[in-house]
């Protein structure tokens, strides 16, 4: 499995991006898909996940209602719809696909079995 992640860039506060994971190698429609970021001296953590086949979507709090994963099984791609970003969203953002976990661990990184090379998002106040 291969994940290209793309959409970072720079933008300001308040403003919004849309991220995008395309997958290959194999069809994602049964998995978790992730989304996770890391910033500078920080560790990784969790931002939201999908998964496909049931529809169902899960964020962190910090993003919650401003943040929007959904997924086109057609182009085999997750996106990542950010908006009323903060400086504190700046971070590079990874995607990741898990094939073998269940609810509770989709929010560890150690869950997921491929990762994205990561896109940066740069939010300046």
Not at 86 to 112: G, H, N
């Amino acid at each position: 499995v291969q994940l290209q992640a793309s959409g970072g860039g720079l933008v300001q506060a308040g403003g919004s991006l849309r991220l995008s994971c395309a997958a290959s190698g194999r069809t994602l429609s049964s998995y978790h898909m992730g989304w996770f970021r890391q910033a500078p001296g920080k560790e990784r953590e969790f931002v939201a996940a999908v998964k496909w086949s049931a529809g169902s979507t899960y964020y962190a709090d910090s993003v919650k209602g401003r943040f929007t994963i959904s997924s086109d099984n057609t182009k085999n791609t997750v996106y990542l719809q950010m908006n009323s970003l903060k400086p504190e969203d700046t971070a590079v953002y990874y995607c990741a696909v898990a094939l073998r976990t269940i609810l509770s661990m989709i929010r560890f990184p150690s869950s997921y079995d491929y990762w994205g090379q990561g896109t940066l998002v740069t939010v300046s106040s």
